[in-house]
Each structure stands twice: as C-alpha cells, then as structure tokens.
C-alpha cells in the first residue's frame, strides 16, 4: 500500500444504473439548449487508448468536429498529459487548456499553475530519474516527467513482470508518500504521481467554470473514461451533464455512457445540429 493507496489486488468493478445518452437524448438536449460549457478529457475520450502516450494523435474527422464544436460552445480539455503536450495534441486556439488534471490551466483570460506543483518540481525530476534507473531493465515500462505531475505507464510491461515493477515504484515512491510531499493514484495501465495537495480534475473544472461561466448560464458537461475523470463527475453530478466512456459497465458518478470515442463523435454532431436548429452561432 502506498500513502493509504492499494495498488495490490484485483480491480473490481461493479455495476450501476448509467442511462445509455441516446436513448435520454430529450432530456439532455433541453439541458444544453440553453448553451454548454464542454469540458473533454483526452485518452479514451477524444482518441482510443493507445500502447504508447505519443501514439495518441486525434483523427482528422475528430479533429474537424472539434473545431465545428468550439465555434458554438465555450471548449476546455481536461487532460492528465502536460498542458504543452495536450496543447500541441489538439492544436485548437481559443479553447481552454487544462493540464497534469487540472494543475495547469491556460485560455482566454486564464493562466493558472498550482503553486505546490512548482514547489515539488524538483522532487518529481529525481523522483523520474531513480525510477528510469531502476525500471529501465523491464520492458515496456514508461516512466513520463509532465512538469507539475509524473506517470509511470505499464500496458506494454508483460503480466509476468508487473509484480516486480509494482515493487520498485513503491519503494522508490514510498518515502514521499510518507512525507506527505507527493500522493499517488492509479489509471488505466499507469501509476499517476502528484502533489499531495487537495487539487484534481473536479476541483479544477470547478474553478474553470466559476471563471468563465460566472453567471452559470451555460449548462455544464464532462465527458472521461477513467478513473481520474471521477472527481469531475462527482463535482457536476447535480449541476451538469456527465459522460463517461466505457464499453463494459462500471462502476462510475457519471449520470450518461456512451461506448467508445465513435459514441462522443455522435454526440459532438448532434450539439452542433441542436445549434443549428436553434438557430444561433452564439455560445
């Protein structure tokens, strides 16, 4: 166990009652018809998760609907990657940014970066460089630096290795831990490392709204696939419109589900149809 932090054992999903979005599509299509504040993850969400962080690249038809999507509604992506690195992904200007799960937000009229992140920087530069060391001898482990957080990815490091791997990262990370500097979660196939601070997808959408929808006139949606995506469910379970993406049932805050990145495709071409029938760019 890590900092209260189990990382031994089954993962153990459990079923509950999520609405399939397209069979309530009449009721979220009244809750947007006012306007949406659209808040995206990335892997899993925008692209199919991939072997390798670097192979995640947008389509070109995802990308397209993405830029027809900002033109009607106030844009943000919520990513555990770098805020240069999902920047770059995505390429988009005008839209809001939001990196390492919220410790780095940029857009119009926003510049923020978590001043615990800055202070555990060089913590975190070490942290990597102990832990390529001492995983560089199994392979397919990833150990990733993204600045304000740090992943170390295991999806190509065979079954039969994990345990090993599973070793070395917690006696690297365990003195940290203990010191209450660093904290550490877990996603699909990667060990996330963050400052030990109070600060994560749903604190950070939550301080992205009050910024840019003040008023609360726009109505908030988010839309992950992992578990890091949780926190953003639970800050707008009953103030907003949660997607999560799943092809199996898991357990989840999310209110909607859709199967797979062809489901957000659908739901992106029926936003911007809804405009379209409004009758209106505006956001």
Not at 96 to 107: D, R, T, V
Not at 114 to 134: F, H, I, N
Not at 222 to 246: C, H, N, P, Q, W
Not at 261 to 281: C, H, S
Request: proline content about 4%; overall charge negative.
């Amino acid at each position: 166990m890590v900092g209260g932090f189990h990382l031994r054992g089954r993962e153990i999903y459990l079923v509950i009652r999520m609405e399939y979005l397209f069979d309530r599509w009449g009721e979220v299509e009244r809750a947007l018809a006012p306007g949406a504040l659209l808040l995206l993850d990335y892997d899993g969400t925008l692209t199919p998760i991939v072997e390798r962080p670097e192979l995640a690249i947008l389509s070109p038809d995802m990308k397209e609907l993405l830029k027809r999507v900002s033109q009607h509604y106030t844009l943000g992506i919520i990513s555990g990657r770098s805020l240069t690195g999902v920047q770059e992904l995505v390429g988009l200007e005008g839209i809001y940014y939001a990196g390492n799960h919220g410790f780095e937000i940029s857009g119009p009229g926003v510049d923020l970066i978590k001043s615990e992140a800055e202070r555990v920087r060089p913590t975190l530069v070490k942290l990597c460089e102990e832990l390529r060391a001492k995983l560089g001898n199994i392979k397919g482990a990833i150990v990733e630096d993204k600045g304000s957080t740090a992943s170390v990815h295991y999806r190509l490091v065979a079954e039969g290795e994990f345990e090993r791997l599973r070793n070395i990262f917690e006696e690297v990370v365990e003195p940290q831990i203990k010191s209450g500097v660093l904290r550490v979660t877990r996603g699909k196939k990667v060990f996330e490392i963050r400052p030990n601070v109070e600060w994560d997808k749903g604190k950070a959408v939550l301080w992205l709204s009050s910024v840019v929808n003040p008023k609360g006139e726009l109505t908030p949606v988010y839309i992950g696939d992992d578990r890091t995506d949780e926190d953003a469910f639970s800050a707008l379970k009953e103030m907003g419109v949660t997607i999560l993406v799943s092809e199996e049932p898991v357990e989840s805050n999310a209110k909607y589900f859709v199967k797979n990145v062809d489901g957000v495709k659908i739901f992106f071409e029926k936003l911007i149809n809804l405009r379209t029938q409004i009758g209106t760019g505006s956001r």
